[in-house]
C-alpha cells in the first residue's frame, strides 16, 4: 500500500512474481471490463502492470498520494500448498490535476508464493454493482 502512498513503481513491482519464480503472473480482469477492453487482457503482464502504473502516477499531483484501502474487516486468508489466497473489500482513490478524484471499488482475490516475501502470481478483481473497480483504471491507462 505504501507503493500507492509514495507513488514508487519499483515497491509496487516488488509485490509479483517475476519470471526467475517458477509462475508467470495472471490477472483475471472484472466481467464488464472484460468487454468494456476486448483483447487488453489476454498478454496482460507485469510490462502491463508497469504502464499502467506509470501512467496513474503521471495523473496525479506530486503532492498528492494515491490512496488504496483494503478492507481489514472483509479480508480473508487460506493456505493451499505453497500458496496463499488472500480475498479483500478494496478502493482506490486517484486525486488528479483538475482537482476531481477517480474512484474505484470492488473485490480482489490474490494467490501469493513466499519467496522470501509473498509475492503475487494471480490476481482476479472483482466489480461491485455498477462501481468501476481496479480493471477499468488499469484498462483506461494502459
Not at 490474490?110 to 483504471?137: G, R
Request: without cysteine; aromatic residues 16%; hydrophobic residues 35%.
Amino acid at each position: 500500500m505504501n507503493s500507492f502512498k509514495d507513488k514508487d513503481v519499483v515497491n509496487y513491482l516488488n509485490s509479483f512474481v517475476t519470471e526467475n519464480a517458477g509462475r508467470d503472473f495472471i490477472f483475471l480482469p472484472s466481467s464488464a471490463s472484460s468487454l468494456r477492453f476486448p483483447g487488453l487482457w489476454e498478454d496482460w503482464n507485469i510490462d502491463s502492470e508497469t504502464r499502467y502504473f506509470n501512467s496513474i502516477k503521471s495523473s496525479v499531483p506530486p503532492e498528492q498520494p494515491i490512496t488504496l484501502v483494503l478492507s481489514e474487516s472483509l479480508e480473508s486468508f487460506s493456505f493451499t500448498g505453497d500458496s496463499l489466497r488472500y480475498f479483500s473489500d478494496y478502493s482506490v482513490s486517484i486525486p488528479q490535476t483538475d482537482g476531481s478524484i477517480l474512484y474505484y471499488e470492488g473485490n480482489l482475490e490474490f494467490k501469493m508464493i513466499n519467496l522470501n516475501n509473498w509475492m503475487i502470481y494471480y490476481w482476479k478483481d472483482n466489480a461491485i454493482e455498477d462501481i468501476p473497480s481496479w480493471s477499468d483504471l488499469k484498462g483506461s491507462n494502459n
